[in-house]
């Protein structure tokens, strides 16, 4: 079965610290991977994407992700938060051509002044 | 440049009473999708249309749920009869694209309760 797992539900992080949000996924086919970000009574907002090529993704507001086929992770980083990243963080994955996109339960990152 | 727009933002329902949500995608995006978000989880996808056609639906979405996109443009998410079980954020994306996944444009959702 096809599923994504994000193992931690919250994650507290004081600002100026680096931060790790992890996700794992299960499936047999290819996959493209993508974290969207959602804050407070906003919409989700997309943050990065692997398709293919480089596994190693930059996105918006100093976030990268790296795509590790063999532990089926593609776990988020940002080296240094700040308070306006406090939010909830998804991870979703796609599987191979298929349109519908998978979500985790989501991270809810706090980060303390 | 105007995102994904859904109205209503919050609609507040009895039980029993059917319910209708409109979803304006990002013009010229030929995909549109809906998704369930309840609390502490995941949005959920619900069903997908390119240009006016459904083609998938979630197992999900049972015989109350009914999604249309008539002219390939907005597209509306009527619910039948609600029930509690109902309550939820429902949320619409769009996307440009063919081939491999395209990104997925999130409007704010619109928040539904059923008393």
Known sequence: AQSVTQLDSQVPVFEEAPVELRCNYSSSVSVYLFWYVQYPNQGLQLLLKYLSGSTLVKGINGFEAEFNKSQTSFHLRKPSVHISDTAEYFCAVSFNTGNQFYFGTGTSLTVIP | ?115
Not at chain 2, 1 to 10: A, E, F, I, L, W
Not at chain 2, 85 to 102: E, I, K, R
Request: hydrophobic share 25%; charged share 25%.
């Open chain 2, 1 to 115: 440049d105007t995102g994904v727009s859904q109205d209503p933002r919050h609609k507040i329902t009895k039980r029993g009473q059917n319910v209708t949500f409109r979803c304006d995608p990002i013009s010229e995006h030929n995909r549109l999708y809906w998704y369930r978000q309840t609390l502490g989880q995941g949005p959920e996808f619900l069903t997908y249309f390119q240009n006016e056609a459904q083609l998938e639906k979630s197992r999900l979405l049972s015989d109350r749920f009914s999604a249309e996109r008539p002219k390939g443009s907005f597209s509306t998410l009527e619910i039948q009869r609600t029930e509690q079980g109902d309550s939820a954020m429902y949320l619409c994306a769009s996307s440009l694209g063919s081939g491999s996944p395209a990104t997925q444009y999130f409007g704010p959702g619109t928040r539904l309760t059923v008393l």
